[in-house]
């Protein structure tokens, strides 16, 4: 079994800056890709930016130019840094972990608010 771990969220003001961490840990075999998704309230989950082993990344529309997905391959984690937040960036985050074999994992989510 899989355990994703997330940390960092918080309450920010608009225009501040947050750093999310996801560690895995447990059965890891091998990891193809992590990301991190967003929930709001009334909303559908929806991808924020994702980040494979060889470093592709992808993201959202919404935050290209403001978030940066990175990894640390040897410590399994996964960092998205915040910058330039907005109070629609508000939602619970999660961390989603992809195995080669298709196996996915979620992790148990962290809130962000931006607000003044």
């Known amino acids: 079994q899989v355990h994703l771990v997330e940390s960092g969220g918080g309450l920010v003001q608009p225009g501040g800056s947050l750093r999310l961490s996801c560690a895995a840990s447990g059965s890891i075999s091998s990891i193809y890709a992590m990301g991190w998704y967003r929930q709001a309230p009334e909303k559908q989950r929806e991808l924020v930016a994702i980040i494979t082993g060889g470093a592709y990344t992808n993201y959202a529309d919404s935050v290209k130019g403001r978030f940066t997905i990175s990894r640390e391959n040897a410590k399994n984690t996964v960092y998205l840094q915040m910058n330039s937040l907005k109070p629609e960036d508000t939602a619970v985050y999660y961390c989603?972990?992809?195995?080669?074999?298709?196996?996915?994992?979620w992790g148990q989510g962290t809130q962000v608010t931006v607000s003044s």
């Open positions: 989603k972990l992809t195995s080669h074999s298709g196996s996915v994992y």
